[in-house]
């Protein structure tokens, strides 16, 4: 595995290996690397003759500055982590002050995808995401990069971004791993009491109650309110918001009949730490 950090070198080495006809693969990642960034990294591995992945946190999509401060940086791990699984071609670890040589966002227009909820509930996170992305996909030029839908919304907004300016990269949508309790896996969950992490396997299944029981339903609205009831009646949990939503346009959905359309997106505080998961309709 070559670790490279200066721009430079990794635009020379990317060069190279387009000169040479090689597929580039690219998973970005904030590090903490845990089984679900490893599957990113394995279906890129399978899809590409070339894998990078990048680990770096970046500034810009925290709201909250402390969360950035706290969050977890251990690159040795990291790197240990991706031997496990084969290794990578090559770990991208930028500098910060090549990446944000000033403080300047993204220019782009995300419309309605940022004012409905991680866009309505976390101002600016978006905005940050889809700058980091625009910049890491200029330096690495990957003919894939690939995404979890556990962030699901984060997932649509860079297609939409890609589409307008990255023509040439195709998003590949990878599931989202969960744990044994159906927990889906995050760098947060390792912030929760044993206790708290029990609960939390309440949010994946209570989405999952929803999906499988819709016929019982008579309304979307009842399914909001049955659900947001199911999970605030544990003592850690708190929805933030629940949310049935388009896969595609991330419109709310108004009608049963929709409901194949769609999919149900929530976010929940569990304790101190924010929680969230989205899965299908049938
Ligand atoms: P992050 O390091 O949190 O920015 O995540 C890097 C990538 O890993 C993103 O595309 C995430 O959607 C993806 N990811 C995070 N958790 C999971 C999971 N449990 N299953 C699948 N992908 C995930």
Avoid at 18 to 30: L, W
Avoid at 133 to 140: G, H
Avoid at 249 to 264: F, G, I
Wanted: net charge neutral; charged share 30%.
């Amino acid at each position: 595995m070559q670790r490279v950090s200066k721009k430079k070198d990794l635009e020379k080495e990317i060069a190279n290996l387009k000169k040479s006809g090689r597929i580039i693969g690219f998973v970005p990642t904030m590090g903490a690397l845990h089984r679900g960034h490893l599957s990113l990294i394995k279906e890129c591995k399978r899809k590409c003759d070339v894998s990078v992945v990048s680990i770096y946190v970046n500034p810009t999509q925290f709201n909250d500055k402390s969360d950035f401060r706290n969050y977890p940086r251990d690159t040795d791990t990291d790197i240990t982590k991706l031997e496990s699984v084969g290794g990578v071609d090559i770990v991208y670890t930028p500098i910060s002050e090549e990446l944000y040589p000033d403080e300047s966002l993204l220019d782009f227009d995300l419309g309605y995808f940022d004012t409905v909820m991680e866009g309505a509930n976390r101002r600016g996170h978006f905005k940050g995401v889809i700058t980091v992305v625009d910049k890491l996909f200029s330096i690495v030029k990957p003919d894939f990069a690939f995404f979890g839908e556990k962030d699901y919304q984060q997932l649509a907004i860079i297609k939409h971004m890609s589409k307008a300016l990255h023509k040439e990269i195709k998003i590949i949508p990878c599931p989202t791993l969960r744990e044994d309790s159906g927990l889906a896996m995050s760098s947060r969950n390792e912030l929760l009491s044993k206790e708290e992490r029990a609960e939390a396997a309440n949010i994946y299944q209570s989405l999952k109650l929803a999906v499988d029981n819709v016929a019982s339903f008579n309304s979307i609205a009842e399914i909001k309110k049955d659900i947001i009831s199911k999970i605030d009646s544990f003592k850690h949990l708190e929805t933030e918001y629940f949310e049935i939503a388009d896969k595609d346009s991330l419109k709310t959905t108004m009608s049963m009949d929709a409901l194949t359309q769609s999919r149900a997106f929530i976010a929940v505080r569990c304790g101190k730490v924010r929680l969230i998961d989205n899965i299908p309709f049938k």
